[in-house]
């Protein structure tokens, strides 16, 4: 009995390093507590990286990106116990071109935060982002998109925190308000300022306080609504 039983004990960590330890070494590179970066998901942020055009003597998170630094010193990338990117935060920096519906963005299907505010993408925002049904928070404010905000962000149901934030550049006709929050029931935090709604008070109330009853914060200044407010239950106005 005591010979199977270390016969076992000596094969089980091989089967471990076989089947599984083996795998994650060849498949990307080891964070410092034991868990491993994906590799296709490195190659991922590095294609994203490079159609991107922005300010390398500004730039603190991009220029860190490259196959020659480790993966855990990527500035704006968490990475989640499994190796996948989780939150990408590449605020503010100073990207200025080459973001688009084709982006490798959009196949980080385990991202569940990303933040590209205050950059100037000079561009529509993409549909690509309905492909992320992961995400719970979303912040694209002063990033300088335009146009009409895509009905794929509708989508999105496990959102949280949405900001949209602009100067006057982004709009909701078709989509409408309406049409925009009606599958986000898990919405808490809502700021579309100075995006051009166009609706009357009780046309945009009577949307918000059937579709996402979680609503805490919400921030509508400069939207070009006008007409009585309906009543919002619950609501809590951020303050300023």
Not at 93 to 99: A, H, N, T, V, Y
Not at 166 to 192: A, C, H, I, W
């Amino acid at each position: 009995m005591r010979i199977k039983l270390f016969s076992w004990l000596y094969f089980l960590p091989l089967c471990s390093i076989f089947f599984g330890i083996h795998v994650a070494l060849v498949s990307g590179d080891r964070l410092g507590d034991g868990r491993v970066c994906l590799e296709d998901e490195m190659m991922l942020l590095l294609q994203l990286k490079s159609t991107l055009k922005f300010n390398d003597a500004a730039s603190n998170k991009l220029v860190s990106w490259n196959q020659s630094t480790h993966c855990c010193s990527w500035g704006g990338v968490i990475w989640d116990a499994t190796g996948h990117v989780v939150s990408l935060d590449l605020s503010s920096e100073f990207i200025f071109e080459g973001f688009n519906g084709s982006s490798s963005l959009f196949n980080l299907q385990h991202l569940q935060r990303l933040n590209l505010a205050n950059n100037a993408f000079y561009s529509q925002i993409p549909p690509g982002f309905g492909k992320l049904g992961n995400l719970i928070y979303l912040n694209l404010s002063n990033a300088y998109f335009y146009g009409q905000i895509p009905i794929e962000i509708s989508g999105l149901t496990r959102l949280v925190t949405i900001d949209f934030s602009s100067d006057g550049l982004l709009k909701l006709e078709n989509p409408n308000l309406r049409m925009m929050v009606q599958n986000l029931t898990e919405l808490r935090e809502l700021y579309f300022g100075g995006v051009n709604i166009s609706a009357q008070g009780k046309e945009w109330c009577q949307a918000l306080s059937s579709s996402v009853p979680n609503l805490h914060v919400l921030s509508l200044q400069s939207c070009f609504l006008s007409g009585p407010l309906a009543k919002l239950v619950s609501l809590k106005h951020p303050p300023g």
